[in-house]
């Protein structure tokens, strides 16, 4: 059998910025695999990385490299993915998406086991084992599913849809230091949090993992449509947690992105149906680069789905009217040199009233 290990490799850095699963857990799944099966021959790492590194043995020698991962290849004697070919694969049951592009390493294998990491993310709240899938769409058709699917329900539909056709066998996520605030890129920032998480189901370990994190669910997309699509795990009485009690490492101060803020005003229904449509351009975060860490290496430019950004001459600016707050550009800016921030008007409303980056109360 071909076992493909699907880290999260967002983009070529280094093992303690905490971005990428760490080479160490990588290899320590390895070393178990080879245990069981007596066998390191057919032992696969492949992830299509964010677009701001190329779909191209370059891009992929970059990452490997950066990530750590190329050393663990040498002494498990376990292979790299350089293929760079993909393939529109058909999924009719798909709420959201019926045809998805899939990098070739995923199509052939009979075993996929993913190793995503515990991170928050400025669009989604959380990315842990159900957008760690995202990975398996190549390089830059990542950019234009955001376009296609930029409303954040769609978007979370789209995610599931692909971790429901990938099906991986199993999840085990690095927990060990993960990224709170600003992720899942540089702008976040590392915090020890000492955990291992593992499923069969990576529904169920997101579900954990955002109850670990503090927050009220009510105020991630995600469990709206889980709600939405009647999926059974959504209820967390279906859910059978072994090893650690609950209670006992949930972490009541976890930072959250800046862009939950919106989300803790607009979770009620009066507001959001009769008053937001008005003042929503308001209210909306929206990303602004911080010029003392911007080296003016264009990569927000290129991956930007609907091209908002552009260079003045002197610096990079943004254009508000067309800019869907994606935040594809803050997540992979190489420098963390972009971050989120709101209006006057929703600072005046989100910061007085610290909803903004807080953890939410569990109701």
């Not at 950066?66 to 709420?95: F, H, I």
């Not at 769409?137 to 955001?146: A, D, E, N, R, S």
């Not at 709600?227 to 009485?237: A, H, P």
Request: hydrophobic share 40%.
């Amino acid at each position: 059998s071909k076992i493909v290990i699907k880290p999260n490799f967002l983009l070529a850095a280094t093992p303690e910025k905490a971005i990428t699963t760490h080479p160490l857990f990588i290899e320590a799944v390895i070393e178990n695999i080879v245990d069981i099966t007596g066998s390191n021959k057919n032992i696969v790492i492949a992830d299509s990385f964010g677009p701001a590194t190329p779909y191209n043995r370059t891009g992929m020698e970059r990452v490997y490299e950066a990530t750590g991962v190329l050393d663990v290849a040498k002494r498990t004697g376990c292979r790299l993915n350089y293929s760079t070919e993909y393939e529109s694969l058909s999924y009719r049951q798909g709420r959201v998406i019926k045809k998805i592009e899939v990098i070739k390493p995923i199509i052939e294998a009979d075993v996929i086991i993913n190793l995503p990491k515990f991170k928050t993310h400025n669009l989604t709240v959380i990315t842990g084992a159900i957008k760690n899938m995202y990975g398996v769409v190549p390089g830059f058709t990542k950019v234009g599913y955001h376009l296609r699917f930029a409303d954040i329900e769609k978007f979370w539909g789209m995610l599931l849809d692909i971790a429901t056709f990938i099906k991986p066998a199993l999840n085990i996520m690095d927990g060990i230091v993960g990224i709170e605030g600003e992720g899942p890129g540089r702008s976040g920032t590392p915090r020890e949090v000492g955990l291992v998480l593992a499923s069969d189901d990576p529904v169920s370990m997101d579900i954990v993992m955002s109850r670990i994190m503090n927050i009220d669910q009510r105020l991630v997309t995600l469990f709206e449509v889980l709600k939405e699509w009647k999926v059974k795990s959504y209820r967390e009485g279906n859910i059978r947690i072994l090893g650690e009690k609950l209670s006992d490492i949930i972490i009541d101060d976890f930072k959250l992105p800046e862009s939950i803020g919106q989300k803790k005003l607009t979770g009620n229904n009066f507001i959001n149906t009769y008053i937001m449509p008005f003042v929503r351009s308001l209210l909306n975060p929206y990303p602004y680069i911080n010029s003392s860490k911007c080296n003016l290496c264009m990569v927000c430019q290129k991956i930007c789905p609907q091209n908002s950004i552009f260079y003045t001459g002197k610096k990079m600016k943004f254009n508000y009217r067309t800019c869907i707050r994606c935040f594809c550009c803050s997540e992979m800016c190489p420098e963390g040199a972009i971050d989120i921030k709101y209006s006057f008007v929703g600072n005046l409303i989100f910061k007085r009233l610290e909803l903004a980056g807080k953890s939410g109360k569990r109701s």
